[in-house]
């Protein structure tokens, strides 16, 4: 999605910080809300400006997966 000549993505979303659910519960959305808005099967400029408004998130940690 596009915004003010930026672009949203979910790889936008992870380099600041968030997982898609973690930045639905931030705005009060459900995570397949946002997930769709992202995609492009739905259009939402409310989600996307709070998304935009999400201050840095440094904290973000992916689990390793483990094989067995």
Do not use: C, D
Not at 5 to 33: E, F, M, P, V
Not at 42 to 68: C, D, H, I
Request: without cysteine; glycine residues 8%; charged residues 20%.
């Amino acid at each position: 999605m596009k915004t003010q000549g930026n672009t949203i993505t979910k790889t936008w979303l992870y380099n600041h910080g968030y997982t898609i659910a973690g930045a639905a519960r931030r705005i009060g959305r459900s995570a397949a809300h946002v997930n769709m808005v992202l995609s492009g099967k739905r259009e939402s400029g409310e989600v996307l400006r709070a998304l935009r408004q999400l201050p840095f998130n440094p904290n973000l940690q992916f689990r390793e997966r483990v094989t067995r």
